[in-house]
C-alpha cells in the first residue's frame, strides 16, 4: 500500500502567531479598504520611513485601488518587501471579503516574499482578522506528492505573524487555533480527492481513518469489510463494488460515542473510481472520477475539523466505499438486488451507483440514534447542470433543517441551494415492474431530483418502526462544488474540500 497523502504536511508548513509587537518581520501584508490614498494611521507603527513612502506614492497615485481580491507586490525598495491586498469598500466589506483577500495575498505569493510575514490590519475587528488568516491558511495548500521534489522549489516553513493590539490577541489567538484545526479538516479532505485511484481505493481510505484515529482518545473507527459487508446484507455496497479487485467497506468513526444522547450522523458516498460499471461511462474526462469518494472524504474531513478543535458531542460518520468496475462477476442493468433495509432495488443503470451504496449506509445510519443525517454524494452529472459549479444541491425532508444548512453554508461563505424533494419523484423511483425501487428515472427529467428522492426510499423511521416518523435527513450533491469550481478562490485547483467548514459550523452552533 502506497499513498502519497500530504495530511500532516500541508496546514502544517504555515505557523501563523499573533503579537502585539509594532516589529515588521519579512514581508509586510497590509490588507486595505478601496479608496484609501495613504496608510492609515493605525497601521504605521514600527514601518520604516522608506517603506511608508513607497506605499503611500502608490495609493496616490491610484496604482493600487484596493479592490476586492485584488493584490499588489512592492518588491526592491530598501527598506523590504511588502503585498498590499484590497479587501473592497470598507462599508460594505464582510468576513467572507476579508477569507478572499487573504487567500488572494497566498495565491499571489512568490519565492522572492521569502519565509516571513507580518500582516498589520487597519482598525479591523477580530473576527475580520481571523477570516483573514483563514484564507491564508485555506489558500495556502497544493498537491505536490506524486513530483519529484526539487531542492531548489521546496517551500520552506512558512511564518506568519498577525499584530493588534494588546487587548486583541487572546480572541483572536482563539478563533486563529480554531480555524487552524478546521482547515486541517478541509486539507484532508482535498489530500483525499486528490490522491490518485490506484493508490486510493477502498481498503487504503479504511486503513487511513484507522490510523488516523489512533491520534484521538475521543474516536472510534469500525470498518466492516467485504465478507462482513455480505453478511450483514449490504446488498447495496456488494452490488457496486464487487465487480472490482479493490473490494468494497463501510468505515465508521464515533467521536466521544460515551456522550449520551442523540447525535448527528453524516453519510458520505466514497467511490474511489466510478468507470460506470457494466453502464460503462465515455472516456472523455472519466480521471476526474477519482473525485467520485469526495463525499466520503467530506465527512473524513469534518471529523478531523471536529477532532482538531475539541468538539465534546457525540457525533457519528459512515463512509461506503467501493470502485465501480466492469467486470465478469460485476452487476447488470436488469439485476434485483436487497440492501440493509429488505427493499429491493431494480438496477436499470449501473453508473447510478453512488444512491445504492448510501441506501446502506443510510439505512445503518439508523442505528446510532440520530439527530439528523446528512449525505454528501457527487451523485448527479444533472445537479451540475442545474447548478453548474457554483452551489451545491440539498435536500431534506425538513424545511427548517434544510434552512439551517443553507444558512450554515452562507456563514462560512459555501453555498448549498435549496432542491425540491416532490412526492412525483419519489413516485418514479418506486415505480418499477418488478421491485420495490428503481437506481434510474424514467426519463433523463431532473436527474439530481430523482436521486435525492431514491435516497429518502431509505432513510430510517425513528427505531426502525415501521409506523414511525422519519429521521431528519439532508442530502447534498456536490458533484459540481467538490472539485472543478474555478470561482473557489479557496482553492488553486482539485479538490475543494468543500462542506467541512458548512458542516463544523451546523455542528458546533447548533
Ligand atoms: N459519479 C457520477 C456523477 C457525476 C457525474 C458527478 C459527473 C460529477 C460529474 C454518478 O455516479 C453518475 O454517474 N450518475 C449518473 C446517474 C444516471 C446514470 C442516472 C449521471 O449523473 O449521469
Ligand atoms: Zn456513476
Ligand atoms: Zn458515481
Keep these: ?65 484596493a479592490k476586492k481580491k485584488t493584490t499588489m507586490s512592492l518588491i526592491g525598495g530598501e527598506d523590504g518587501k511588502v503585498i498590499l491586498a484590497g479587501l473592497g469598500k470598507s462599508d460594505e466589506v464582510s468576513v467572507h471579503d476579508f ?38 491558511m485555506l489558500r495556502n495548500y497544493s498537491y505536490n506528492e506524486y513530483k519529484i521534489k526539487d531542492e531548489e522549489e521546496t517551500e520552506g516553513e512558512k511564518q506568519v505573524r498577525l499584530t493588534c493590539s494588546e487587548k486583541e490577541s487572546e480572541e483572536l489567538s482563539a478563533l486563529v487555533n480554531k480555524y487552524r484545526g478546521i482547515t486541517k479538516g478541509v486539507h484532508l479532505s482535498r489530500d483525499l480527492g486528490n490522491c490518485p485511484p490506484n493508490d486510493m481505493y477502498p481498503e487504503v481510505f479504511a486503513d487511513m481513518a484507522w490510523e488516523w484515529a489512533k491520534d484521538f482518545d475521543n474516536v472510534d473507527v469500525t470498518i466492516i469489510n467485504y465478507e462482513q459487508a455480505i453478511k450483514a446484507g449490504m446488498g447495496g455496497l456488494v452490488a457496486v463494488g464487487k465487480g472490482s479487485s479493490r473490494k468494497p467497506c463501510m468505515v465508521i468513526f464515533e467521536m466521544n460515542k460515551n456522550v449520551k444522547g442523540r447525535c448527528p450522523v453524516l453519510v458520505g458516498k466514497g ?49 461506503c466505499m467501493a470502485e465501480n468496475m466492469p467486470a465478469a462477476n460485476a452487476t447488470r442493468p436488469g439485476d434485483v438486488i436487497k440492501g440493509l433495509s429488505g427493499k429491493t432495488i431494480e438496477v436499470l443503470n449501473t453508473d447510478a451507483e453512488g444512491r445504492l451504496v448510501l441506501s ?29 459549479h457554483e452551489a451545491t444541491g440539498l435536500w431534506s425532508n425538513d424545511d427548517d433543517f434544510r434552512t439551517e444548512i443553507h444558512e450554515a453554508g452562507n456563514a462560512v461563505d459555501e453555498l448549498a441551494w435549496p432542491m425540491p424533494l416532490l412526492p412525483a419523484f419519489e413516485k418514479e423511483m418506486t415505480d418499477s415492474k418488478i421491485a420495490d425501487t428503481r437506481n434510474l428515472g424514467a426519463g433523463r427529467w431532473g436527474g439530481a431530483n430523482t436521486a435525492a428522492a431514491f435516497l429518502k426510499q431509505f432513510v430510517p423511521n425513528r427505531n426502525y418502526d415501521k409506523d414511525g416518523e422519519q429521521i431528519t435527513w439532508a442530502h447534498m450533491d456536490i458533484a459540481g462544488t467538490y472539485w472543478g469550481a474555478k470561482t473557489n478562490s479557496m482553492v488553486k485547483n482539485g479538490a475543494t474540500g468543500i462542506h467541512v467548514r458548512t458542516i463544523h459550523h451546523l455542528i458546533t452552533n447548533r
Design 99 to 136: 477569507r478572499k483577500s487573504g487567500a488572494a495575498v497566498f495565491a499571489s505569493i512568490k519565492k522572492v516574499h521569502g519565509d516571513d510575514f507580518t500582516v498589520r490590519f487597519t482598525d479591523t475587528g477580530v473576527s475580520h482578522m481571523a477570516a483573514f488568516a483563514e484564507g491564508m
Design 360 to 388: 446502506d449506509g443510510l439505512w445503518k445510519a439508523g442505528e446510532y440514534d440520530p439527530e439528523f443525517i446528512i449525505d454528501f454524494a457527487t451523485l448527479t452529472g444533472a445537479c451540475v447542470v442545474a447548478l453548474g
Design 271 to 319: 467511490i474511489t473510481f466510478d468507470t460506470g460499471g457494466i453502464s460503462l461511462k465515455p472516456g472523455a474526462n472519466m480521471d476526474e472520477m477519482k473525485y467520485d469518494m469526495g463525499g466520503s472524504a467530506t465527512v473524513f474531513g469534518t471529523m478531523e475539523a471536529l477532532a482538531q478543535t475539541g468538539h465534546e458531542g457525540k457525533v457519528v460518520a459512515i463512509t
Design 1 to 65: 500500500m502506497k499513498c502519497y497523502l500530504a495530511y500532516g504536511l500541508v496546514g502544517d508548513n504555515m505557523e501563523i502567531t499573533v503579537s502585539a509587537s509594532d516589529n515588521i518581520n519579512g514581508t509586510l501584508i497590509l490588507p486595505l479598504y478601496e479608496g484609501v490614498e495613504e496608510i492609515p494611521e493605525e497601521c504605521e507603527r514600527g514601518l520604516p520611513q522608506g517603506m511608508k513612502s513607497q506605499i503611500n506614492r502608490v495609493l496616490a497615485d491610484g496604482d493600487f485601488k
